[in-house]
């Protein structure tokens, strides 16, 4: 296993057009955390799974927001009528259990998914 | 919500110095984790260092050490003998294991290590 992984890398798209991220996290892990980050800010959170059961959403995940966990394993984050203000890395983390695991309570990144809306 | 406040936005050391980034936080909670993370330029997130809250004792790892000073609600991040390769953005990030799973970042330091 080499890490959380993330696809596309960058996506460039026109305003009004859906996007789709994937994100594979650590085999092992069954959280698994969707957040997005603005040029010279901090990750916000969006989103949590654990295992399968989607557990948490943040106030900024409005209704053209929607991520799914199907069987625990991928995630996919979809972006629907895409705005200019949708532009910014989202990047995919993940975590095992919190106990008698190595890492616990410690997230694991991916390389994250640039969104650029034209 | 648990905020996260990193004052400093630029920070520069000389090379082989050693240099000093702030964090502090607002929490009510007594037991929780802190951490340091580092993110280069157009690389991912990596963790340098974490700290669990009960534990007095300052975490370290080779040249990244931390001062918890867990009554005043501060977590600095020291790192000693720099090198080139210590430029990044740092984050720190607090985790509650109470309150839902979120982890709150910070704005983040930019670091700049001058040769």
């Known amino acids: 296993d080499t890490g959380v992984s993330q696809d596309p890398r960058h996506k460039i798209t026109k305003r009004g057009q859906n996007v789709t991220f994937r994100c594979d996290p650590i085999?092992?892990?069954?959280?698994l955390y969707w957040y997005r980050q603005t040029l010279g800010q901090g990750p916000e959170f969006l989103t949590y799974?654990?295992?399968?059961?989607?557990?948490?959403k943040s106030r900024l995940l409005s209704d053209r927001f929607s991520a799914e966990r199907p069987k625990g394993s991928f995630s996919t984050l979809e972006i629907q009528r895409t705005e200019q203000g949708d532009s910014a890395m989202y990047l995919c983390?993940?975590?095992?259990?919190?106990?008698?695991?190595?890492?616990?309570?410690?997230?694991?990144f991916g390389a994250g998914s640039r969104l650029t809306v034209l | 919500a648990q905020t996260v406040t990193q004052s400093q936005p630029e920070m520069s050391v000389q090379e082989a110095e050693t240099v000093t980034l702030s964090c502090t936080y607002d929490t009510s909670e007594s037991d929780y984790y802190l951490f340091w993370y580092k993110q280069p330029p157009s690389r991912q997130m990596i963790l340098v260092i974490r700290q669990e809250a009960y534990k007095q004792q300052n975490a370290t790892e080779n040249r990244f050490s931390v001062n918890f000073q867990k009554a005043a609600k501060s977590f600095s991040l020291k790192i000693s003998d720099s090198q080139l390769g210590d430029a990044a953005m740092y984050f720190c990030?607090?985790?509650?294991?109470?309150?839902?799973?979120?982890?709150?970042f910070g704005t983040g330091t930019s670091l700049t290590v001058i040769p």
């Open positions: 085999s092992e892990h069954n959280r």
């Open positions: 990030a607090y985790r509650s294991p109470n309150t839902g799973n979120q982890f709150y």
């Open positions: 799974f654990q295992n399968e059961a989607q557990l948490e």
């Open positions: 983390a993940s975590s095992p259990p919190p106990v008698g695991y190595p890492g616990a309570n410690v997230l694991t």
